[in-house]
């Protein structure tokens, strides 16, 4: 995937949340943004899958100026996934798939049946088709969730701290089907605290501070990482 | 070994049981009570039953009314033109200040009788509607927060459109979850109902009492009554339980 972001700012409420952010990032299938709370790592995700945009600056995701892109037209080509699961609690789990492939991806019915009982069955959520989220764990809906954003063939799939809202069983649970995804080559942004993983699912880590990316570069920077602060962020990460 | 399901029903009967024989014995320990005795009113059966009838049919009447001008009413309130959201806001306050009786005697004089409506179930009916409609509005508001902003995001961030959300999401959702408020203000319109007698609707009440005018037996008459009225209402009560358990399973 290709990220390209240039001069963007946002600020909420007159204060400054992401402050010249610039990157350019070329054929990297797994990025992680880490840093502490408050760092920006959610507003920018949100700007790269456009569910905000930018005060100013430029934004290239793939080959998708998002200054130009009917939001629509965009929201079709990516999958994103919130910290908390947002299944519809009225459907069950396998409708809360096809809905989106029948009415948004024009699939027939028995395409969008087939796509999702295969993804289902991959991520082992087979026995759970016909359940609603009410009578799913935290950690299982959260793997529909994730179902569901790759059913539609995303182009990128972003993720906003997906585990945050779950305890540590349902969070490696969790962890692993994003591991899953890093094998079939998806490309994916993720959002995350949780260090450890992203070491392991993703080749590309953008470390953020206060607004700014203080760091980035392949996993190795978290070996060794180069700047005060995100020395400081590890040693207080695995201090515990 | 009785089975759960039949140590219930007994447990069931038995309270019913004592129930019944506290009030009887209430009754019937006390001399200055009178002997029932129903048989007065047999030839009052048609007229009764008719009441009856009607008190079902002006209170779906009033449900279906009332939910229309609830969902007027839930758009006032939430309009961003304030002139529009006070005149809600004025009502609401009027209606829930109000004794149901005295609301009803007032919109008969001061919206039947100078609109020349003669046809006193009608104007019984506007004013139970009236009167409901702040109830109505409360159940589609309270609908609305329960969809929360996460999935109105994610309903955005898989591109679907207005249209499609409200179709598939928000209206599906919306129905499932004001049915049963739904049915317990229906309970609440069949109780409320029994005062349109004051405007002189025939319904149960109204009928019962010009029964009782002529029979004199005041206490079976209201026995009678009540009897008719939980008949109604106790089958909607139990469906707004049953309704809102499966209701709470979705959640």
């Known amino acids: 995937m290709e990220l390209k972001l240039h001069n963007v700012n946002k600020t909420y409420d007159e204060k400054d949340i992401l402050i010249d952010i610039n990157l350019d990032i070329h054929d990297e299938s797994g990025i992680a943004i880490i840093g502490p709370s408050g760092a920006g790592k959610s507003t920018l995700l949100r700007l790269l899958s456009l569910i905000e945009k930018p005060d100013s600056g430029e934004i290239h995701v793939n080959k998708y100026d998002l200054n130009e892109i009917e939001p629509e037209e965009y929201y079709k080509k990516i999958g994103f996934v919130f910290q908390a699961h947002t299944l519809f609690p009225h459907l069950t789990v396998l409708r809360n798939i096809t809905l989106i492939l029948e009415q948004v991806h024009n699939k027939t019915k028995e395409e969008a049946n087939k796509i999702a009982l295969d993804l289902l069955d991959r991520f082992e959520l087979s026995e759970h088709i016909h359940k609603r989220a009410s009578q799913l764990s935290g950690g299982q809906s959260q793997r529909v969730s994730i179902v569901r954003g790759i059913a539609i063939s995303p182009e990128v799939l972003f993720f906003d701290e997906p585990t945050s809202a779950l305890d540590p069983v349902l969070t490696q649970e969790v962890l692993s089907t994003i591991i899953k995804l890093r094998e079939e080559k998806m490309n994916f942004v993720i959002v995350t605290h949780e260090i450890l993983f992203a070491k392991k699912a993703a080749d590309f880590i953008i470390f953020m501070d206060c607004g700014k990316i203080v760091e980035m570069g392949h996993v190795d920077i978290l070996e060794n990482p180069q700047s005060k602060e995100l020395q400081n962020f590890l040693s207080n990460v695995f201090l515990w | ?251």
Not at chain 2, 117 to 135: F, K
Not at chain 2, 144 to 160: P, R
Not at chain 2, 174 to 193: D, E, W, Y
């Open chain 2, 1 to 251: 070994m009785i089975s759960d399901r039949q140590n219930r029903i007994l447990s069931f009967v038995a309270a019913l049981l004592i129930f019944g024989l506290f009030i009887a014995l209430i009754y019937y320990a006390f001399p200055a009570r009178a002997d029932l005795d129903f048989s007065s009113y047999y030839p009052w059966r048609n007229i009764i039953f008719k009441g009856w009838l009607l008190t079902i049919v002006v209170s779906i009447i009033v449900l279906v009314a009332s939910i229309i001008l609830g969902f007027l009413l839930y758009l006032l309130t939430n309009s961003k033109i304030l002139v529009l959201k006070y005149l809600g806001a004025i009502f609401n306050e009027i209606v829930f200040g109000s004794p149901l009786v005295v609301f009803l005697v007032i919109v008969y004089y001061f919206i039947g009788v100078p609109l020349h409506i003669n046809n006193r179930l009608i104007v019984g009916s506007i004013a139970l509607s009236l009167y409901m409609a702040p109830y109505m509005k409360n159940v589609f508001e309270g609908a609305m927060e329960s969809i929360d902003d996460m999935q109105y995001q994610a309903m955005t961030v898989f591109g679907f459109t207005t249209y499609q959300k409200y179709r598939y999401i928000i209206i599906p959702q919306l129905l499932k979850i004001i049915i049963p408020p739904l049915a317990g203000n229906l309970t609440f319109i069949v109780k409320g109902s029994s005062l349109l007698n004051f405007i002189g609707v025939p319904e149960l009440y109204n009928q019962i009492t010009t029964a009782q005018s002529n029979t004199y037996a005041v206490v079976e008459g209201y026995t009678l009554m009540l009897i008719m009225y939980l008949i109604i209402t106790i089958p909607l009560i139990r469906l707004t339980r049953s309704l809102e358990k499966k209701v709470a399973l979705w959640n």
